[in-house]
């Protein structure tokens, strides 16, 4: 298991022992940087089974792991739970398990401050440009790294094909202000907002999206906002980037309004 | 496949062996249950409704002694093997051609049919006021448990079903569906809306769905609306629903559209983090699309 830049968060896992192991831990990093390597490395240490319960997060799941006597980690991904699902988890924290070590992923979205208080926290360290530059493959253009913070994001823009998805945040940008809402409203067609879906995904092309429009104050700050909004649980990522795109072409619109005048 | 007249004649001439009995069913599956119901009081056999047909394995000496009627309803039986057993009843979509000798086809229930059904029951309600009733039913199911309400009782059933209605036993009771209200929305029918939110406590309208549905109509009229040159094929969907949604065209201006699209987006947004209580999301919804209208 090769776990580059984290040095002194392995350090740390590694001064663990079966007695100072804490039963709930929280691994935060952006999307992309790792965390599930950090939990593979923790469950690999002690040599328990491991099951990840995030498909399966009800009572019915947290009563049949208060009554198993075998030591398992549990891995829960809280990036696209719901509240009610954060609900069950804090049920499960209030009363922690000792047979049970469960382990929280969480990519900076929200998450219940009571979770958060309840959990020992483990925290990626960001990248620098200079370390992201050794995951690049060969013949991938460097303007990765101004879009990708982490190792993964890095990964995903390659698999979708990053150049591609440059021109189509161009097109965006560009054609938005005169195209009409009949035509904006296929733009998310292009995207996937969930696993189910086809396209790039929406929280690396979001990435892109805050990269291009740097240049612009009022669709930065736009495009931040949709960041920070797809970051909530349990919203509707599609109908947000609706919003998103009726937002954008009121801007352009302005925008090409004075030109005109 | 068997007849049902051949069964309803066994039923009424008392002679119902234990032989397994298959219902092929395509719709409801009411007749089945009357059905079932008779031959239970004809054999002496209460109901027991199973999950599966393992139970038809014996593990003892005892297993063949019973004195159930066993009702298994699925989907389809097709390549399961039956073992052959007494007092089974199953009821099922699509069943293999080797079990053809036990099976009977039971036809769809025509509307003629329920309200025969309901005129029997009832023979001394005039006709106009039970179909008033079928017509606010959703199903057979209910159609059948409203008339029970009548029927325990033994006489005088105009008067009572004329007492009911003065004292709104019938009120939960409404044609009317969640989407009614959206398309009476999608086209600006102000009248309608009110009617509809006279009977709101008796129709199932949960706020999330309400919203979800209202945003989904609303960007498929602006796909087709801001383009008039827009076809089916370039949006991706039948022809019949292309249509549908173009009749849904043009009760609002274009800006009115997007303006309605973006606040049910918003509002999607606030009740998914919590910001809107769910309670006021109907009145809120019906307000803002019709409002400033």
Known sequence: MNIFYQDKLLSHIDSFTLDTLPHTLLIQGDLGSGKHLIADYIVSKFEFPCIDITEQLNLDTIDEIYLSSQVRFFIIDT????????????????????????ILLNSNKKLLETIIGRCYKLVLHPYSKEQLKTFLIEGCSEEILNVAKTPGQIRCLIENDFIIMMEFADKIFNNIGTANFSNCLTIPNKLAFSKKDNG???????LILIY????????????????????????????????????????YNEKFRRVKV | MKNLEELKYKIESRSVSDEMIIFKISDTDFICTQYIKAISEIRHLEIEYVDSLTFLIPNSLFDNVSDTLKVFRCDSIEEE???????????TKKISDKYIDYTYEVPKLEDWQIKDYAYSLLE????????????????????????SKLTIFSDKHQELFNQFISDDVFSDLSNYTVFDLTNALL??????????????????VEPIGLVTILINSFRDVISIQFDPRMTAEELGIAKNRFWAIKRNCGFYPNTRLIKIFYMLNTIDFRLKVGDLPASMIIDYVITNILGDS
């Open chain 1, 212 to 251: 291009k429009s740097a240049s612009i104050y009022d669709v930065y700050m736009l495009t931040n906002k949709l960041y920070n909004n797809l970051c909530m649980p349990n919203v509707n990522k599609k109908y947000l980037f609706y919003n998103y795109l009726i937002d954008l072409k009121c801007i």
């Open chain 2, 81 to 91: 093997n039956i073992p052959y057993k007494t007092d089974l009843i199953i009821i």
């Open chain 2, 124 to 147: 001394n309600i005039k006709h106009k006021d039970l179909d008033y009733l079928i017509s606010i039913c959703k199903d057979i199911y209910r159609i059948d448990n409203e008339l």
């Open chain 2, 187 to 204: 086209k600006k029918d102000v009248p309608k809306v009110n009617l509809i939110l006279k009977e709101l406590q008796n129709i199932d």
């Open chain 1, 200 to 206: 790039y995904p929406i929280d690396i092309f979001v």
């Open chain 1, 79 to 102: 990036d696209n739970i719901s509240v009610k699902e954060q609900n069950i988890i804090l049920k499960f924290l209030e009363e922690p398990c000792a047979t049970a070590y469960i």
